[in-house]
């Protein structure tokens, strides 16, 4: 059974066990429950699951419901029988229903009082209708009303529909829910604070204001306000043992929290003005608070109750932490006496703050702190660690946001601060970004010029929140103390841009809380590789010169969490190659005095050739105290590698720049990753020896962290040479001559070399590999295979113009990945150099450029040492080395060549303008789109030249709403 099949199969059992389908968002988690893994999408050729999904309608079904995605099996001939078996089982009551029946064993928590963020949308009840009337919109509405009166603390929106089931026994519209928030006059709805929690509660609206009321409004309201970004307060109890700060409730004797986030009248004129941002920025500003509101009812003080065993505090450890969901305050005794056997100390419930660094407690409920039914615990393990820029604590009860990460793989990036490369301060680049904080300054800016005299910081601390109004002009930016200097001088740091400045007292305004719902848009991030050296002043130095201040590209090595730092590889891509900062920061460690310097015209002895390159240049070892001291290394970490018997020196997370050590000749050997191909496939370059290599990341070893001082210190022992007084021929050196130079040097004992020229070469660390060839095979060529009016998704590498471009089959890319990673690995494993026979146009050989290997058909040889070539699987022509080519083995034969050239369908015009072929190509070129076949050209027409089999299609853009048909854009172009 092929791959494809096989998760045909377990994905057709995933739907199949759900009655209500899967939504698409859960797809993934249920089918790794049931196989063990993801479904490999990179594999299949398909970025997005919902793509993959809808390329096999003969097994999925998409429907959308209630605003949500949900994935249906579609029942085929193999279980159509046990289809209509379950359905007569299932639902007896039900004749003549459709025999697509699925039936899942509804999953069941770990406590029936958890709270399960995935609860599904509707749940039945017995004993009223539930017929769906039709969709009586002011009816609903007063319904809604009716049913929030006698819940006025809120309700689940995942509870509404059977609670609108129960009191009026009729099934509420599915409609219904998605209007909710279209009906402020009805009911507000808010998100959760709650950790992990999708669900939304539903409020009752607020109470109109008479318009003879006070002019006066007072913006820390402790009611929900649909005009403002949604702040559900919530308590934190820190996961400190020794309780150096909680924040409660209620105040206690044990601790008291100072709020320095104020509360003020502010004019009617300057809260309106306030209030009135941008709609694309509203998203952003989303609150989380750390205390309950000012509002919150206070109860009478208590004495600290007496402090949990630490039986009883491990236990509930254990206990919150199989609750990823977290579990309700109220089901601590019941779930602790069925887990444990044992009574739980139900006193703990009427003060929570026994609970410090046991758990997190959180308030989705902002109207009600006082039952304990509506509280929430977690375990400690997933509070939210959102460390700020500045790298202080925050003082006061507001917590920002964390900021989120862009999408794309590689955003821009401005170094800001680098202290140290553990916490580099960054700002992300781009407009989703500076617009936000654009808009909230503009609001602070208009805000405090109202109210500027009312707001002074009297007594600033250390790590408090303020607004700080520019020396020079009508600016606000949001900062935070650093050090009170003088009794006039503050040290602030710029929390959105990343940066500490000096400034006066008297520019410092109390910040209002609702100015901290954005995220600060400075952040850290940590350097990949650099953490046993992250204070070096060498490093630091190195950072300052070439990162600070400078825009540079970031590649987070995996994906985070929200409360995870990135770690990260910053690239300088303002040069004609891209240079790696992490990689520069460490090599500038190297202590160049260790390798014998060169001179012109001296003689060294004992000279040992590591390698020869098909170029002809030559890399060898010279006595030095680095290759003394290299030898001592690899012993030290030879013993260790052979005391370990785990994986912890595997490298799990590589990236460009990288040191490691792999296996050479049987013996441990330094290394660099110049290139990941993907997590399996790594390029090396053995920079003591000056030979580059493809392999497996089982194959590499990350460095002890022991001897990564020795193994940085070391610089490379190879050395980049040249034969003197011999000019290399154009066409390049002959193999004969390299097969003769080779066996000459390479392993010769009392070699000399005299130096006759010293020059700096940038990069000279780095080699193009020595390259195979051998007699190529023209023959055993496969095609692909097409017929008229046949439909298929295809993706489009080259486009000229509507009469020539080139389009791929979409359904064979993720096969065409894997064969180039084992042909980079079969051909750059390959170290001899043979004899090269004659190359002959037409044939089809394996060739190497844009570091990869590539099936090309020759289209002709230059006479100096160049050839042309067509690239079969992606239809661009490539000028080669005739040294980088070799002969495509029969097993990187059996997938068919992938480029197929085409032209438009649909169209009478020949020729094009420069216009129209370049409104074709923004159109087409690198896109997915869908083609249909309208003739075939036969492969004999053409059996020549592979690069001219072609078809002739019609191709449509199904990317909108509505699908383009390229043939039609073009005409209305050309007309």
Not at 44 to 54: C, H, I, V, Y
Not at 183 to 193: G, L
Not at 599 to 619: H, L, M, P, T, W
């Amino acid at each position: 059974m092929s791959d494809t099949e096989s998760i045909k199969k377990i994905l057709r059992a995933v739907l199949q066990s759900s009655k209500t389908g899967v939504p698409l968002s859960r797809l993934q988690s249920d089918y790794r429950s049931l196989s063990g893994e993801f479904i490999p999408l990179g594999k299949l050729g398909f970025s997005k699951l919902e793509d993959f999904l809808r390329s096999i309608p003969s097994v999925v079904r998409l429907e959308n419901s209630m605003g949500q995605l949900r994935c249906f099996a579609v029942v085929c001939d193999d279980t159509a029988g046990i289809a209509q078996l379950v359905a007569r089982q299932r639902s007896s009551k039900k004749s003549g229903s459709s025999q697509v029946v699925n039936c899942k064993m509804r999953y069941k928590p770990f406590n029936p009082y958890m709270v399960n963020g995935m609860r599904p949308l509707f749940s039945s009840s017995s004993g009223c209708s539930v017929a769906l009337d039709p969709y009586d919109v002011e009816m609903v509405q007063s319904r809604v009303k009716q049913l929030l009166e006698s819940c006025p603390y809120g309700v689940w929106m995942s509870k509404l529909p059977s609670k609108y089931n129960e009191m009026f026994c009729q099934k509420l519209h599915p409609q219904a829910l998605v209007d909710l928030e279209r009906w402020p006059h009805v009911c507000m709805v808010e998100k959760a604070c709650i950790t992990n929690h999708s669900d939304r509660l539903i409020y009752p609206p607020l109470p109109s204001k008479s318009p003879t009321s006070p002019a006066n409004l007072t913006l820390r309201s402790p009611a929900p306000n649909p005009a403002l970004p949604s702040r559900l307060p919530h308590c934190t109890v820190s996961a400190k043992d020794n309780c150096e700060r909680s924040i409660l409730p209620t105040d206690t004797p044990c601790r008291k929290t100072r709020s320095l986030a104020p509360t003020w009248p502010a004019s009617t004129s300057s809260a309106s003005s306030l209030l009135q941002a941008d709609r694309d920025v509203l998203p952003l500003l989303k609150a989380t608070f750390s205390s309950p509101s000012a509002s919150a009812p206070t109860s009478p003080l208590k004495p600290c109750p007496v402090a949990l065993s630490d039986e009883v505090r491990q236990k509930l450890k254990d206990l919150l932490s199989k609750c990823s969901q977290g579990l309700w305050a109220d089901a601590l005794p019941k779930c602790f006496m069925d887990v444990y056997k044992m009574p739980f100390p139900e006193e703990i419930l009427d003060n929570l703050s026994v609970l410090c660094g046991v758990c997190t407690v959180e308030y989705p409920f902002p109207q009600n702190k006082k039952k304990v039914r509506d509280v929430v615990v977690f375990s400690c393990q997933q509070t939210r660690n959102n460390p700020l820029p500045s790298g202080l604590e925050t003082l006061g009860p507001v917590v920002p946001p964390p900021l989120t990460h862009p999408t794309e793989h590689c955003p821009s990036v401005l170094v800001t601060e680098a202290n140290n490369t553990t916490a580099i301060t960054i700002r992300y680049v781009g407009d989703n970004y500076s617009n936000a904080q654009k808009t909230m300054e503009d609001m602070m800016q208009t805000f405090y010029s109202q109210n500027s005299r009312r707001h002074p910081v009297s007594n600033p601390e250390v790590g408090q929140l303020v607004a700080v109004k520019v020396e020079e002009g009508d600016e606000m930016a949001r900062a935070q103390v650093m050090e009170v200097m003088t009794s006039n001088m503050v040290k602030v740091f710029y929390m959105d841009y990343g940066f500490s400045v000096e400034t006066s007292r008297d520019t410092l305004l109390q910040l209002h809380r609702d100015f901290l719902s954005l995220p600060f848009q400075a952040t850290n991030v940590s350097l990949a590789g650099l953490e046993a050296v992250s204070s070096h002043p060498k490093v630091l130095s190195t950072l300052g010169s070439v990162a600070v201040e400078k825009i540079l590209r970031m590649e987070t090595l995996r994906p985070c969490q929200q409360n995870e730092m990135p770690t990260v590889v910053l690239y300088d891509t303002s040069q004609d190659e891209d240079v790696n900062i992490n990689s520069m920061c460490l090599k500038v460690l190297q202590d160049d005095t260790m390798n014998n310097p060169l001179r012109e015209n001296v003689v060294y002895k004992d000279v040992q050739v590591s390698s020869v390159c098909a170029d002809g240049s030559i890399f060898c070892q010279l006595p030095s105290r680095g290759t003394v001291r290299l030898t001592k290394l690899l012993e030290g970490m030879e013993a260790f590698f052979a005391s370990q018997n785990t994986s912890e020196s595997l490298v799990f997370r590589p990236f460009s720049g990288m040191f490691c050590v792999a296996s050479y000749k049987g013996q441990w050997a330094r290394a660099e990753i110049t290139y990941v191909r993907d997590n399996r496939v790594l390029d090396i370059l053995f920079i003591d020896l000056g030979i580059p290599a493809t392999v497996i990341f089982m194959d590499v070893r990350g460095v002890p962290r022991h001897f990564l001082k020795d193994f940085v210190i070391i610089p490379p022992q190879a050395i980049k040479c040249r034969l003197a007084d011999l000019p290399i021929p154009e066409e390049g050196w002959s193999h004969e001559d390299l097969l003769l130079l080779k066996e000459t040097v390479v392993g010769a004992k009392e070699l000399k070399m005299k130096v006759g020229l010293v020059m700096a070469l940038k990069n000279c660390g780095a080699t193009t590999a020595f390259f195979l060839t051998f007699k190529s095979m023209p023959h055993n060529v496969f095609f692909l295979s097409f017929q008229p009016g046949q439909n298929m998704d295809v993706f489009v590498p080259v486009a000229c113009h509507p009469g020539y471009f080139v389009v791929q089959p979409w359904q064979d890319l993720h096969k065409l990945v894997v064969l180039m990673g084992e042909m980079a690995l079969y051909y750059n494993q390959s170290r001899s150099i043979s004899k090269m026979p004659p190359i002959q146009k037409g044939h089809v050989y394996a060739a190497k450029f844009d570091k990869n290997w590539h099936r090309v058909q020759v289209k002709g040889i230059l006479t100096n040492g160049l050839v042309s070539v067509y690239d079969l699987d992606y239809g661009k022509h490539e000028l080669v080395p005739r040294t980088l080519i070799q002969p495509l083995i029969e097993e990187f034969r059996q997938l068919p060549f992938q480029a197929i050239t085409a032209q438009l369908a649909g169209v009478t015009q020949r020729q094009w303008s420069e216009e129209a072929a370049v409104m074709f190509r923004s159109h087409v070129e690198k896109r997915a789109l869908v083609a249909q076949v309208e003739s075939v050209q036969d492969v004999s027409e053409a059996e020549s030249e592979l690069s001219e089999r072609r078809l002739t299609l019609y191709l449509v853009d199904t990317s909108f709403e509505e699908d383009v048909w390229i043939h039609n854009l073009m005409t209305y172009i050309s007309g």
